[in-house]
């Protein structure tokens, strides 16, 4: 991973799937329901490699043991920033998870953040405005209830 900057481009995604597919499996939505997570990345490559994890859970006895629905289910059940780095997997997630669970996200001070995560979120026109005021700051304002 350390070539080609990989550990960054893919590896940072691929440790929040693993953190997510780990919390849905391990049972804690279901144990904790009013826990609130956020997980950077979109969630990494988590709402694209969920229907996998549901053909897991239907073929596999051990990907049941602490679970009894599917995992996509659980998906709407966790929040999300929006630093897809592509406006057709921002929108993929918002289908996924619905506009609600989606907050803004920079990645600053890194350099694969955007530089200005605002204007990215205005320009997304699959967004309607309540959807884009969502994601602005209102949703962030609900999940710490401020």
Not at 34 to 61: E, I, N, Q
Not at 63 to 70: D, H, M, P, V, Y
Not at 109 to 130: T, Y
Request: charged share 25%; aromatic share 10%.
């Amino acid at each position: 991973m350390k070539n080609f900057y990989l550990a960054n481009t893919i590896g940072n995604p691929l440790d929040n799937t693993v953190a997510i597919a780990s919390i849905v499996f391990g049972g804690l939505l279901d144990e904790c329901p009013d826990v609130k997570l956020c997980f950077a990345h979109g969630g990494g490559y988590a709402c694209f490699g969920m229907p996998r994890m549901d053909r897991g859970f239907k073929v596999r006895s051990e990907a049941k043991e602490n679970i009894t629905s599917l995992p996509s289910e659980y998906l709407s059940k966790i929040y999300y920033d929006c630093l897809t780095h592509g406006p057709d997997e921002l929108e993929y997630l918002v289908n996924r998870v619905g506009s609600d669970r989606v907050l803004l996200g920079s990645d600053f001070p890194f350099d694969m953040g955007l530089d200005a995560p605002s204007e990215w979120i205005s320009q997304m026109s699959f967004l309607d405005n309540a959807s884009k005021e969502a994601i602005l700051g209102g949703n962030a304002k609900k999940l710490l209830k401020i």
